[in-house]
C-alpha cells in the first residue's frame, strides 16, 4: 500500500497564499488607495490591521506550530519506505526511513502538546538490539491516513 499527503499540504499551501493575497489587497485599499472608510463596525483601521496580522500570522505558522509534515509511505517491495519533510514558511530537510521488513521491530504511537500533535517513532532490530528512528509527526494525516498506517505496521508488527 502506498499514500501521501499531498492533497492536505496543498490546501494548506493554497490557504496561506490566499489569505496573503487578501492581506496586501486590505494594506492597498487601507493605506495607499485609502478607498476603505473607517470606522467599520466601530473599529479603526489600526485595530482592523492588527487583528488581519494577527489572522495573517496564526495561519501562516499554524504548519510549524503543529510540526505539519508532507509524508509519503509506501509497504510495497522488500522495504517499509516512510518519507517526510517539513511544510510551512519554513522548509526543513528531506528525510526517509526505510526498514526492510524482515528487520522491521514496531513502532510507537505518541501524543504532545495537549494531544494536538501526534508522532510516529519506528524500531528496527539491528544485530541483538532494538535500534529507535526519531519521532516523525503525523499530525498533517487524516484519521483514515493513519489508520491504513497502523493497519499495515501491525501486520509487519505481527510477523515478528
Known sequence: MTFDNGKTI???RLRVFIVSVLFIIYLYFTYYGKSLKFPILGFGDLAWTFALIFIYFA????PLIFRYKYIYFSDIGPRIILRYYSVGLFRGKRNSVEIPKKDFAGYRMERSCLGLVGSLIL??????RVAQYPPVYITSLSRK?????IVVLDQYTQQI
Open 123 to 128: 524500531q528496527q532490530r539491528i544485530d541483538r
Open 145 to 149: 491516513e493513519i489508520k491504513k498506517m
Open 59 to 62: 495561519i501562516s505558522f499554524y
Open 10 to 12: 496543498i490546501r494548506l
